[in-house]
């Protein structure tokens, strides 16, 4: 099974300030026709998961743009530019190439300092 | 807008079986991958087990397989996940989640979940 890793797995962040996270996969996400298949999700207190990022660096129906991705291979990157109180919660990523099974990072929770 | 609202959550013991549902709205269910995601308490998250839109496709995580099994009914826009043998690391909140056309890459919408415990 692909091992997804994701660093830090907590940080605390003024709100105005931007905030990284970073996802390592155990094997390269870049599949044959030319997508990675990448993707982000945030969990806020007490809500179920919500997609933020598809395909590495493409933001959901809805996600604000100071929340972007980036990376290629097994590295890749949640940015959020300046972050607000409503960015709270615990962040996933997930890989969907080697299946079954689709598997998670860890989670990194991030709070306001 | 999509819609998903699952059910059939509680306390079981061990052993014992419990049935999920998942009511689907908002888009064209059979057309979709579907799975479920589960969620132990305080614990990360945990992808376990996928069907095609047609059914046709099927896999599980191995922490489920012999013991659940997944089904949907077009017809009523509904996924289920049938549940036995249960054990206490089965303890978790159980979250249907929409996919895409072609495969289950990933999952864009999310039920709000239903709770599963195991215990005597």
């Known amino acids: 099974d692909i091992v997804m890793t994701q660093t830090p797995l907590s940080l605390s962040v003024t709100p105005g300030q931007p905030a990284s996270i970073s996802c390592k996969s155990s094997q390269s996400l870049l599949h044959s026709d030319g997508k990675t298949y990448l993707y982000w999700y945030l969990q806020k207190p007490g809500q179920s998961p919500q997609l933020l990022i598809y395909?590495?660096?493409s933001r959901f129906s809805g996600v604000p743009d100071r929340f972007s991705g980036s990376g290629s291979g097994t590295d890749f990157t949640l940015k959020i530019s300046r972050v607000e109180a409503e960015d709270v919660g615990v962040y996933y990523c997930?890989?969907?190439?080697?299946?079954?099974?689709?598997?998670f990072g860890q989670g990194t929770k991030l709070e306001i300092k | 807008q999509v819609q998903l609202v699952e059910s059939g959550g509680g306390l079981v013991k061990p052993g014992g079986s419990l049935r999920l549902s998942c009511a689907a709205s908002g888009f064209t269910f059979s057309d979709y991958y579907m799975s479920w995601i589960r969620q132990a308490p305080g614990k990360g998250l945990e992808w376990v087990s996928y069907i095609s839109g047609s059914g046709s496709t099927i896999y599980y995580a191995d922490s489920v397989k012999g013991r659940f099994t997944i089904s949907r009914d077009n017809a009523k826009n509904s996924l289920y996940l049938q549940m036995n043998s249960l054990r206490a690391e089965d303890t978790a909140v159980y979250y249907c989640?929409?996919?895409?056309?072609?495969?289950?890459?990933?999952?864009?919408?999310w039920g709000q979940g239903t709770l599963v415990t195991v215990s005597s």
């Open positions: 989640a929409s996919g895409d056309k072609n495969g289950p890459y990933y999952f864009d919408y």
């Open positions: 395909e590495v660096s």
């Open positions: 997930l890989q969907g190439i080697h299946l079954p099974p689709n598997t």
